[in-house]
């Protein structure tokens, strides 16, 4: 895929529920992304893209089961591209959104306390 008009925000490796205090840095970039998820309508983006019969949307996809306008909803997804949670591929005038796995699962993780993160993994 190409990678179209992305700005991948790393997360922090460390959590900030690990036990041990999280760096200012990371927590930064960590409160960037979850206020990049903290809207409801990024979220129900988030939910829309992974839920398109290809994983993928337009804008145009994604207009009318928001209730939004094209530009609001542009705008929404251009603070979920810049937090690195979904990615733009520019096909001719068309641009289409994908979530970025990784990232999500990134975020997931982070907020795992670590005890349910082991029991997760063994299961």
């Known amino acids: 895929m190409e990678d179209v008009?992305?700005?991948?925000t790393d997360t922090p490796a460390i959590s900030p529920l690990a036990g041990e205090p999280i760096?200012?840095?990371?927590?930064?970039r960590l409160a960037g992304v979850l206020k990049a998820v903290a809207d409801p309508a990024r979220l129900r983006l988030l939910s829309l893209i992974q839920s398109a019969p290809e994983g993928e949307a337009s804008v145009s996809d994604l207009t009318a089961p928001l209730g939004l306008s094209q530009p609001t909803v542009s705008h929404h997804l251009r603070i979920l591209t810049e937090a690195?949670?979904?990615?733009?591929e520019k096909r001719g005038v068309w641009a289409y959104y994908r979530l970025v796995p990784s990232a999500i699962a990134a975020i997931a993780d982070l907020l795992t306390p670590p005890r349910?993160?082991?029991t997760k993994r063994t299961r």
């Open 5 to 8: 008009g992305t700005a991948k």
């Open 116 to 118: 349910k993160r082991a």
């Open 84 to 88: 690195g949670l979904i990615e733009r």
């Open 23 to 28: 760096k200012r840095a990371d927590a930064e």
